[in-house]
């Protein structure tokens, strides 16, 4: 599978693909990531008086008695003014990096796919992290919906761009993603040109949609220590005004030492959930979005 040359159209429909597919993946699952986001905020009790969740079902059952429905889409404006660029700026990366990870060979490889995702995945986090602070921090509050721009000042006002600020947990955020990504990408791609292109559209359709969710559910499953750390450090902490998590690698360690190694995946049910379908979808829109817009331009 050589790499194409470049051309401008196909640039603007890698773009257009990107960013359409990003919007129906937060459209489809915010509500999920909410309750991930809860569920991994949480210790092994509850603090100040909050409700203690004790699992997937009971995070939703609690969250739509006491918040109600509306609570299912706290934080959604920082993902919906976001994802669509942001989606549309790491697809176009990964297409072009796959040039600089070619090795020499003809064709692409799985580890192509896969530098070029990890790659294209770290990148974003430099305009990703402000958007994903102001969410949590959204997500985190129980007892009331407070607009993002709101929130945004107030963070910026307290503790400012930096690492206490809007740049908070960014090194958790990169690792995240890096690792997500180079799984993500690296699976799905690799495995889908080993296989034959099936002459059936549905039956084409299933296999792409099958190894989209697989390549999602096993991506997640390697970076979720590293989004649970990435949760702790950008939502509030145990206790106002002491900063108990701050460092990914030291925040995990505190994790595992004082509530077991399960909490490092605290979330990973809504995440499987949210991303094994989530990673389909994004996938399948790029794909068949960007097919269509070939055949359109170029």
């Known amino acids: 599978m050589p790499i194409p040359d470049f051309t401008w159209a196909a640039a603007i429909c890698q773009t257009a693909a990107g960013g359409s597919a990003g919007l129906l993946e937060v459209l489809f699952t915010h509500p999920l990531d909410v309750v991930k986001t809860r ?35 706290k934080g959604i404006m920082p993902p919906i003014i976001f994802e669509t660029p942001k989606r549309a700026f790491k697809f176009l990366l990964f297409e072009q990096f796959q040039r600089l990870f070619m090795f020499g060979k003809p064709e692409r490889s799985a580890m192509t796919f896969a530098l070029s995702g990890a790659l294209a995945g770290t990148l974003e986090c430099f305009f990703l992290n402000p958007f994903e602070v102001v969410k949590i921090t959204q997500q985190a509050n129980r007892y009331e919906s407070v607009n993002t721009i ?10 400012g761009f930096g690492l206490r600020g809007l740049g908070k947990g960014i090194t958790a955020t ?125």
């Open 39 to 73: 569920m991994q905020l949480q210790g092994t009790q509850a603090q100040h008086g909050e409700v203690l969740y004790r699992g997937f079902y009971d995070c939703f059952s609690k969250m739509y008695r006491y918040e109600g429905l509306s609570g299912f889409w």
């Open 150 to 159: 709101t929130v945004a000042r107030q963070i910026i006002k307290k503790d």
């Open 174 to 298: 990169m690792t995240r993603n890096a690792i997500f990504h180079f799984v993500f990408f690296g699976f799905y791609y690799g495995l889908k040109r080993q296989l034959s292109r099936r002459d059936v559209p549905l039956t084409e359709f299933l296999q792409r949609t099958s190894l989209a969710f697989l390549a999602g559910v096993l991506a997640t499953l390697y970076s979720a220590p590293f989004d649970m750390a990435k949760s702790r450090i950008q939502g509030p902490q145990p206790k106002p005004g002491k900063i108990k998590y701050e460092w990914t690698l030291r925040t995990m360690q505190t994790v595992y030492r004082e509530e077991g190694f399960r909490a490092l995946f605290k979330g990973l049910s809504p995440s499987l959930v949210r991303i094994g379908p989530g990673g389909a979808l994004i996938l399948l829109a790029y794909e068949y979005g960007y097919d269509y817009c070939e055949s359109k331009l170029i």
